[in-house]
Nanobody
Framework: QVQLVESGGGLVQAGGSLRLSCAASGIIFSISTMGWYRQAPGKQRELVARISSGGGIDNYSGAVKGRFTISRDNAKNMVYLQMNSLKPEDTAVYYC????????WGQGTQVSVSS
């Protein structure tokens, strides 16, 4: 059974930082592309960042490039999203996903950025 469990969300002021974590189990993590997606109220879910199985290739949405960094630790079956210089428009539920296109999703963690 595949499980993706996100943590690290919360409320932060604009300009602040948060680090999201995703713990994966039930998949061969080391060969899985992993991604972070987000969904704001009334909007479609969108890709935030994606990282290849070995961590050598990553890509970002234009809205977060230069502010967010995705990383992974294959020894721990963990993927992270470091979010800096947060803006109110980053407010959303953030989801961890496995595979590309995603086959498995976490339950999401709320990130709220106040102005």
């Amino acid at each position: 059974q595949v499980q993706l469990v996100e943590s690290g969300g919360g409320l932060v002021q604009a300009g602040g930082s948060l680090r999201l974590s995703c713990a994966a189990s039930g998949i061969i993590f080391s060969i899985s592309t992993m991604g972070w997606y987000r969904q704001a109220p009334g909007k479609q879910r969108e890709l935030v960042a994606r990282i290849s199985s070995g961590g050598g290739i990553d890509n970002y949405s234009g809205a977060v490039k230069g502010r967010f960094t995705i990383s992974r630790d294959n020894a721990k079956n963990m993927v992270y999203l470091q979010m800096n210089s947060l803006k109110p428009e980053d407010t959303a539920v953030y989801y961890c996903a496995a595979a590309n296109p995603p086959l498995y999703w976490g339950q999401g963690t709320q990130v709220s950025v106040s102005s």
